[in-house]
Each structure stands twice: as structure tokens, then as C-alpha cells.
């Protein structure tokens, strides 16, 4: 009896930590204004290369080469890595402007390769601020404002990293985007406004020229944006958010894309959770470096669609056990708090960003959407992480839209 109630109060207590934390950022995210001066690109002289690792990317190339052509001034370059491609990808890059340098290695697949091999292209001649640009994002701003920031700081900048549709959003869609949505918007603003740093997102990423050349390389990574984040802040460089500069892509065009891209995404988040939230706590206290407790804390926090399951089983657990007499009320009450801080973080969420796109009424279904997201953990518990890199198939033609949306977290 009292270890099986110690039992259900640690797990209720473990759980906690992370609600709490989602409702800080969420409290955090709401307060109006910025921690950092912005940095105007008006006059800008920093030296900027542009990188856009493509994988069979064809379809969608050349308008992504003219419009990334559009933020570049006299000096600047925009290398395109045709990375082991199949199509016309190299051709249509360099016929609409662009440096082109092509990878043909099959057994080393993944954007970690094709960013390592972009740079030692660019060791001839470094830049000072490198900037990372997935081959099918559109740029909402100034990349040479991530640049300036980049070089000011001596740290890498990302930018708000949203995606808009073109399908037509369904009420399933609609309850996907708001964790989406607590995921790349509400949280990294949380931190930014307490001050801290963000986490890297994959895309509208500036490097200055050694923090980016000196990081570890991380491969065939699922999360290698992720992990080069973490590695940057362990070694003094941890991001820092510019939410006044938005990159834009597209939502998977299949079901069977967008389950992988959830595969991959979460299988690797979750590994890199167990691995690195010890560490970066550990060093932070240890070092008396906040920005990497900070960092810690937030890796803490599961998906959300996870975070809501465990917490929800816990609750019903705990309320059977305290019923029938086999525990206390502490592990309840302790279980409900963490679903009482879960559930007001998500609705201060929605009410503040979320709530002009996604109406209430579909929080009905939110059950139903967790219950499409275990097959996903299941996988993982069965067969561990997903190993191997695959390419989300998207749709051909681009658009910038203001709905907000993760790539990672569909």
C-alpha cells in the first residue's frame, strides 16, 4: 500500500515539472514587447552565405532560389547542396541563380551530411554568418536581420518557424495546429521573453561563421537541428529567437508523409529528451548557467498530445486507487494539479494566439486526435526510434499564409 501510493506520488510529481514549465512559458508568451533591441538591415555590411540543403526538392526549387536571391546584397552567396537527388534539382537551382554543390553518397544520407559538406565548400572563402534555409520555406522578413543579430551576438538566431497550409483545414487539422501551435509559437515566445534561449527549429537559422564551423556534425540525426542547438549552448552559444522574422512552409501532402514526419520528429525529440535534459540541467547548476537550466526544462516537455495521455491515465489511476482504498488522497490531488497547470497553459494558449483559427468546439475532439498519436509511441516502444532520415513529401507550390503550424509537431 504506501508503495504503491509513493509510486503514484513521484510519477504525479515527475509530471509536474513539465506542466509547469508549459504553463510559465505559456503566462511568459502572453506579455506584449522584447527582451533584444531589434537590429536594423538597412546599411547592413555583414557578409552572408545563404545555405539550402535539397533533397529531390525539383518541384519547388527554382521559386525558392528566386526568392531567396531577393535577400541577398553585393558579397553575399547562395549555395544550394543537391543532396544525393534523383531529379533536376541541381539544374533548376543553378539555372535560377544559384551556387550549385551536389553530394552522391547514399549510405550517408541526411541534412547533417549536406550542411557539413556545404561548409567545407565555403572553407575557401568563410563568410561571417551562415543562414540555413530548408529548400521548401518561404522567408516572412530580413534574413541579413538574423544575419546582423547573428554577428552582434556571436550566437546562432532563429527565426519563427512556422508552417501554412494549402489544404483545407479539417477539425482534426484544427486540433493538431493548436499543439502546433503551444509547441513553435507560445513556447519559444515564452522563453524569449523571459529572456532565455530557444531551441533550434530547422529552418531560418543564423550561424556566425565559428560557432557554426566548430560544432560537432551531426549526421544521419532525426532531431539534427535540435541536437546542433544543444551541442552550440553546452560549448556558450545558445540561441536566441527573432520572432520579427517568420519562415513559412507546407504541410505534408499525405497522410502516410505526415505519420512519418511524426514518426521521425517525435521518436527523435523524445530520445533526445532522455539523453540531454540530465545534462543540460546538471551542467547549467553546475556552472551557474541559467540558459541551460532553461534550456533543460524546456526539452523536459513531452509532445503534448504524450504529456496530456500520461497525465490523463495518471488522474484516472490515481482516483481508482484513492476510491477503492488502496491509497491516499495526496497522489490524486497531486495528479489533478498537473492536469489543472496542462490545461490552463494549452487554454491561455489558445485564447491568446489560437482562438481566430481554431473555435472551441473542437476541443471535442482532442481525445480522438491523442488517441491517432499512440500508434506513434507504441512504435517507439516496440521497435525503438525511427533510425534512417526520409523526406516529407510535400506539396509543389508554396504559399505564405498566417496560419501557424509545425513541421515537427504534426
Not at 80 to 107: S, Y
Not at 111 to 121: E, M, Q, R, S, Y
Not at 377 to 405: C, D, F, H, M, N
Amino acid at each position: 500500500m504506501i508503495a504503491l501510493e509513493v509510486l503514484t506520488v513521484v510519477l504525479a510529481g515527475v509530471l509536474l515539472v513539465p506542466s509547469t514549465v508549459l504553463l510559465v512559458e505559456a503566462v511568459a508568451a502572453r506579455v506584449t514587447g522584447t527582451t533584444v533591441q531589434a537590429v536594423s538591415p538597412a546599411g547592413s555590411t555583414v557578409r552572408l552565405a545563404i545555405v539550402v540543403p535539397a533533397h529531390n526538392e525539383g518541384p519547388q526549387i527554382e521559386e525558392t532560389v528566386r526568392h531567396l536571391l531577393g535577400q541577398l546584397q553585393s558579397g553575399d552567396r547562395l549555395v544550394v547542396v543537391a543532396d544525393n537527388c534523383d531529379d533536376a534539382t541541381a539544374e533548376l537551382a543553378r539555372t535560377a541563380g544559384a551556387t550549385v554543390i551536389e553530394r552522391n553518397q547514399p549510405d550517408r544520407r541526411g541534412k547533417g551530411f549536406a550542411i557539413a559538406f556545404a561548409l567545407v565548400h565555403l572553407d575557401a572563402d568563410p563568410p561571417e554568418v551562415v543562414v540555413l534555409v530548408d529548400a521548401d520555406c518561404r522567408v516572412n522578413g530580413s534574413l541579413r536581420m538574423l544575419a546582423e543579430r547573428a554577428k552582434a551576438t556571436g550566437r546562432p538566431i532563429q527565426a519563427e518557424y512556422l508552417l501554412g497550409g494549402q489544404q483545407q483545414v479539417t477539425p482534426m487539422t484544427a486540433v493538431s495546429s493548436l499543439a502546433i501551435l503551444v509547441r513553435n509559437r507560445v513556447r519559444p515566445r515564452g522563453l524569449h521573453r523571459l529572456g532565455q534561449p530557444c531551441h533550434l527549429t530547422g529552418s531560418g537559422m543564423a550561424f556566425p561563421w565559428k560557432v557554426l564551423r566548430d560544432a560537432p556534425a551531426t549526421g544521419a540525426n532525426l532531431v539534427e537541428d535540435l541536437v546542433m542547438g544543444i551541442e552550440m549552448a553546452l560549448a556558450g552559444h545558445p540561441a536566441q529567437l527573432c520572432p520579427e522574422v517568420q519562415i513559412s512552409s507546407d504541410l505534408p501532402t499525405t497522410k502516410s508523409a505526415a505519420a512519418s514526419q511524426r514518426r521521425r520528429w517525435e521518436h527523435g525529440q523524445l530520445h533526445t529528451l532522455v539523453e540531454y535534459v540530465p545534462r543540460l540541467v546538471l551542467t547549467g547548476i553546475k556552472e551557474r548557467r541559467l540558459s541551460l537550466v532553461s534550456l533543460g526544462l524546456d526539452l523536459a516537455v513531452p509532445p503534448l498530445a504524450l504529456l496530456t495521455i500520461m497525465e490523463g491515465a495518471l488522474l484516472l489511476a490515481t482516483g481508482a486507487l484513492t476510491l477503492t482504498g488502496a491509497t491516499g488522497q495526496f497522489g490524486v490531488i497531486l495528479a489533478a494539479i498537473d492536469v489543472a497547470a496542462l490545461v490552463a497553459a494549452v487554454g491561455l494558449a489558445w485564447f491568446k494566439f489560437g482562438r481566430r483559427m481554431i473555435p472551441l468546439r473542437y476541443g471535442l475532439l482532442i481525445p480522438l486526435y491523442m488517441m491517432r498519436k499512440i500508434p506513434v509511441y507504441l512504435s517507439l516502444l516496440v521497435r525503438g526510434k525511427q533510425k534512417t532520415w526520409e523526406r516529407t513529401a510535400r506539396a509543389p507550390k508554396i504559399e505564405t499564409t498566417s496560419e501557424v503550424r509545425d513541421p515537427k509537431s504534426l
